[in-house]
């Protein structure tokens, strides 16, 4: 998974589903912020919310406004965020 590449200030999804199988999704916008190490130096990737990236550019703190949400996503986090083709293929998968 960490050979995957984002790029800085594009959108990804979010993709969850609200029932155990797998029928009904809901997707949620997320901007690519960049990607840092934590304190034992393991990568993760910083997402924030479409809404508030436009509404007050690149927060990286969260706690700055309770407007923004902010993700950071290690490895097996990333497998809920698809670019725009992966989203694509995954409503084709599920005849949406």
């Not at 990804?12 to 901007?31: C, E, I, N, Q, S």
């Amino acid at each position: 998974m960490a050979s995957r590449r984002f790029s800085k200030g594009c959108c990804y999804f979010l993709v969850g589903y609200l029932d155990a199988r797998f029928k009904y999704p809901f997707v949620d916008t997320y901007v690519f912020i960049g990607q840092e190490n934590d304190s034992q130096d393991k990568p993760h990737w910083i997402f924030q919310d479409v809404h508030s990236f436009v509404k007050y550019g690149e927060r990286r703190n969260a706690a700055e406004n309770e407007d923004i949400e902010v993700l950071e996503l290690d490895e097996e986090g990333l497998e809920t965020i698809l670019g725009p083709d992966d989203l694509s293929v995954e409503f084709e998968r599920l005849g949406v």
